[in-house]
Nanobody, 119 residues
């Protein structure tokens, strides 16, 4: 199973970015795909989660500003960010919990994409 994150960049405060996380490989089903972020010197924290039933959850710090969604196959998950603030600056990682075609559970991380918000 591979996770490919993309879409980060440099944006001014108030701007927006759409991050993408594509899951590929021997996937039978996806239990959840999450977005985390880690700022320098800080812990990696959950930002948003999409469960297999399509339900979504968000950290309080991003509620109302970030939206998680997926394509029909649920193998690509998007994080639409808006009204970005300098404190949103971090490396954003996708994290997936999937059932593989061999019946095993895979839990792993994508490579991260840098989001930098200038004031």
């Amino acid at each position: 199973v591979q996770l490919q994150a993309s879409g980060g960049g440099l944006v001014q405060a108030g701007g927006s970015l759409r991050l993408s996380c594509r899951a590929s490989g021997s996937i039978r089903s996806i239990n959840a795909i999450d977005w985390y972020r880690q700022a320098p010197g800080k812990t990696r924290d959950l930002v948003a989660r999409m469960a297999s039933d399509g339900s979504a959850g968000y950290a309080d710090s991003v509620k109302g500003r970030f939206t998680i969604s997926s394509d029909n196959a649920k193998t690509t998950v998007y994080l639409q960010t808006q009204s970005l603030k300098p404190e949103d600056t971090a490396v954003y990682y996708c994290h997936a919990d999937v059932l593989t075609t061999s019946g095993n559970r895979y839990v792993g991380w994508g490579q991260g994409t840098q989001v930098t918000v200038s004031s």
